[in-house]
């Protein structure tokens, strides 16, 4: 367990931030006297995600040729007023 003062603890929270995320527990000090403490949470956020699985969705739909000119006709036709 360290302990920090507030000037210091302002200066450098993001470090201390992810020294508490790593496990460790940071007591905070105003002239010299604990006053706060900044713990790690319950579980710690060192857990490795697992990687995205690419293509999951392969064969799942298909994208018409026409996708891009799709309906342009009647978008023109609604921004220039007509239905």
């Known amino acids: 367990m360290r302990?920090?003062?507030i000037h210091e603890a302002k200066t450098h929270l993001s470090r201390l931030a992810d020294e508490a995320?790593?496990?460790e527990?940071?007591?905070l000090a105003k002239a010299g006297r604990p006053v706060a403490k900044i713990v790690p949470l319950e579980e710690?956020?060192?857990k490795k995600k697992e990687p995205r699985k690419l293509g999951f969705?392969?064969?799942k739909?298909?994208?018409p040729d026409d996708?891009?000119?799709m309906f342009q006709d009647e978008i023109v036709a609604?921004?220039?007023g007509r239905e």
């Open 3 to 5: 302990q920090v003062n």
């Open 21 to 23: 995320g790593a496990g």
């Open 25 to 27: 527990t940071i007591i």
């Open 44 to 46: 710690p956020q060192t």
């Open 57 to 59: 969705l392969d064969g």
């Open 61 to 63: 739909f298909s994208v």
């Open 67 to 69: 996708f891009d000119t």
């Open 78 to 80: 609604m921004f220039e």
